[in-house]
């Protein structure tokens, strides 16, 4: 248990309507990563940050948005959902002593 | 052409067999390679990681990496039903900024 937790676990939404998923973390870590999942594509990156404020995009990022104002929070925003987006979202971290990256439960989203 | 292969499966073996998953790359500057476990509507969960070519092993679980043919394999051996789940390769060339590339996953079903 890496102390990663996500809300809302489950949310259905409308297409257009703003969505925001939270990741809190409880052990300070300095990476974290938004990721998506689905059937045959595996986890494709759609975000990631390096430090409070510090973001980057990932391998999928249009349509969606994060910030880090804090060291323990990292929130992924879709500013207008589209049923493209309906997906089961991962956050992670990664954990220095082990170098590899440890994951939340995940949320899952359905956008109608 | 993905950047990283693995077959999707499902893979289903009787309870007892030695379990064999695969994941075939195309960059060889990749130097870092991990094996994760995801249960139905769970997280994935690291197993094995090692750094460059040769054997990794803990418990029943063998990680093995040849990077003259761009392949990784685990091993499970004495396969039990808890084993059923999906395995993850993910890759990486270097830790910078620790971000991985991943397979879609390998189903694999252990049968009692």
């Known amino acids: 248990d890496a102390g990663i937790t996500q809300s809302p676990r489950h949310k259905v939404t409308e297409t257009g309507t703003p969505v925001t998923l939270r990741c809190h973390q409880t052990e300070n870590h300095r990476y974290m990563y938004w990721y998506r999942q689905d059937p045959g594509h595996g986890l494709r990156l759609i975000h990631y940050?390096?430090?409070?404020?510090?973001?980057d995009k990932g391998e999928v990022s249009d349509g969606y948005s994060v910030s880090r104002s804090k060291t323990e929070d990292f929130l992924l925003t879709l500013e207008s959902a589209t049923s493209s987006q309906t997906s089961v979202y991962f956050c992670?971290?990664?954990?220095?002593?082990?170098?590899?990256?440890?994951f939340g439960p995940g949320t899952r989203l359905t956008v109608l | 052409q993905k950047e990283v292969e693995q077959d999707p499966g499902p893979l289903s073996v009787p309870e007892g067999a030695i379990v064999s998953l695969n994941c075939t790359y195309s960059?060889?500057?990749?130097?870092?390679f991990m094996w994760y476990r995801q249960y139905s509507r769970k997280g994935p969960e690291l197993l094995m990681y090692t750094y460059s070519s040769g054997n990794k092993e803990d418990g029943r679980f063998t990680a093995q990496v040849d990077k003259s043919s761009k392949y990784i394999s685990l091993f499970i051996r004495d396969s039990q039903p808890s084993d059923s789940a999906t395995y993850l390769c993910?890759?990486?060339?270097?830790?910078?900024?620790?971000?991985?590339?991943w397979g879609a996953g390998t189903k694999l079903i252990i049968k009692p």
């Open positions: 993910a890759m990486s060339e270097t830790l910078s900024n620790y971000q991985l590339i």
């Open positions: 992670a971290i990664h954990r220095q002593v082990t170098d590899t990256q440890y």
């Open positions: 940050s390096y430090g409070v404020k510090d973001t």
């Open positions: 960059n060889s500057a990749f130097q870092y």
